[in-house]
């Protein structure tokens, strides 16, 4: 699939370092979405291929909570000063909260929202949450925040390592904005198939 029928690269790194760190792989991340200098411009099949890949702009990444403010500061600066040097439009940039594979507790709800609150003090576009999270978190944070909902399930697929799922409509009624589904579409035998079924 190619940008012509709407292809966009999600990048899923989560960094989460030191904050001068952070920015450099924000900056590196950002600086995907040109084609680079040292690429030939000879009709090779492989240099074309290489020249085509990297014209992929990067739509979003993501940065871990975790690594607090002035790192999530960090990151959504090197986010929009390389998008600017490179005049691109400057990818979302947004923070994961608490894992999906990390069980539920009494705490969880608390800790996300926190988590968010710190992102959106510190310039980031929105989060990574549970689909569980995620009603509480748009009526917080209104409709210009970004919720993205991992740990997607079809109806009676496997949960597997994942513990706070959510079926793509449970997410989309809740108020996500995108949604991240991997092994049920990568893992099946039609992924083509697969993702009609979710749609």
Known sequence: MGQKQGAKVFL??????????????????????????????TPSSIGQEIKNAMLYPVFMMTVHTK??????????????????E?????????????LTSDPPTEQTLEVVLD?????KEA??????CSAHETKVLRKKFGRDFIIVNPGIRPKDYPA????????????LAAGADFIVVGR???QAKDPLAA???LI
């Open 184 to 186: 049920p579409i990568l």
């Open 123 to 128: 310039g980031l576009d929105g989060v990574v």
């Open 115 to 119: 988590r968010a609150g710190l992102a």
């Open 160 to 171: 597997d390592d994942q513990k706070r799922t959510a079926t793509a409509q449970e997410a």
């Open 12 to 41: 899923d790194f989560k960094f989460h370092d030191i904050p001068q760190t952070v920015f450099s792989g924000v900056v590196s991340g950002t600086g995907l979405s040109c084609k680079p200098a040292f690429i030939s411009t």
């Open 195 to 197: 993702v009609s079924k």
């Open 67 to 84: 690594g607090g403010k002035e790192m999530l500061q960090r990151a959504a600066m090197a986010a929009q000063e390389k998008a600017q």
């Open 86 to 98: 490179l005049n691109i439009k400057k990818p979302y940039v947004v923070g994961v909260t608490v």
